[in-house]
């Protein structure tokens, strides 16, 4: 699988943002904010942070593959991004539209959905959607 590479909303931000963040979820994407490479000591990555796991932030996902490759005790490259609103499922099948900001972290080839769009969700819940929503989501239908 090809893996997009989206810019970064705001490179000066690069490295700023908390290290905490929701992980994975929510279906849509809005922006990229940073792609990040977390390491572990208990792995063999350098022990920078009292023995706790810690990231490195990068501007592309270019940078962030090339250091995880040559980087001992590091992870593939998540990407930072920002979700305006977002669809939650609480249980399988029922989804929510949620108009609240979520960051999160995904994982990169999760990008190769096409960005939300004002008629996104919006189409992923209408009652005549295809069989398959998630089709919407991929930019299939």
């Given at each position: 699988?090809?893996?997009?590479?989206?810019?970064?909303?705001?490179?000066?931000?690069?490295?700023?943002?908390?290290?905490e963040a929701e992980a994975g979820g929510g279906y849509v994407?809005?922006?990229?904010?940073?792609?990040?490479?977390?390491?572990?000591?208990?792995?063999?990555?350098?022990?920078?942070?009292?023995g706790s796991d810690y990231y490195h932030a990068f501007e592309?996902?270019?940078?962030?593959?090339?250091?995880?490759?040559?980087?001992?005790?590091?992870?593939?490259?998540?990407?930072?991004?920002?979700?305006?609103?977002?669809?939650?499922?609480?249980?399988?099948?029922?989804?929510?539209?949620?108009?609240?900001?979520?960051?999160?972290?995904?994982?990169?080839?999760?990008?190769?959905?096409?960005?939300?769009?004002?008629?996104?969700?919006?189409?992923?819940?209408?009652?005549?959607?295809?069989?398959?929503?998630?089709?919407?989501?991929?930019?299939?239908?």
């Open positions: 699988m090809t893996v997009p590479s989206h810019p970064v909303v705001a490179p000066g931000l690069v490295g700023t943002y908390p290290a994407w809005d922006a990229v904010l940073e792609y990040r490479v977390w390491s572990h000591p208990e792995r063999g990555a350098p022990d920078l942070a009292d592309t996902h270019e940078e962030a593959l090339e250091f995880s490759a040559s980087s001992k005790g590091a992870e593939e490259p998540l990407a930072l991004i920002v979700q305006e609103e977002y669809i939650d499922e609480p249980e399988p099948g029922r989804y929510v539209h949620v108009l609240e900001r979520r960051v999160a972290e995904w994982h990169v080839p999760f990008l190769s959905r096409p960005r939300r769009t004002a008629d996104t969700i919006p189409r992923f819940l209408a009652p005549d959607a295809p069989p398959n929503r998630l089709d919407i989501l991929r930019g299939l239908a």
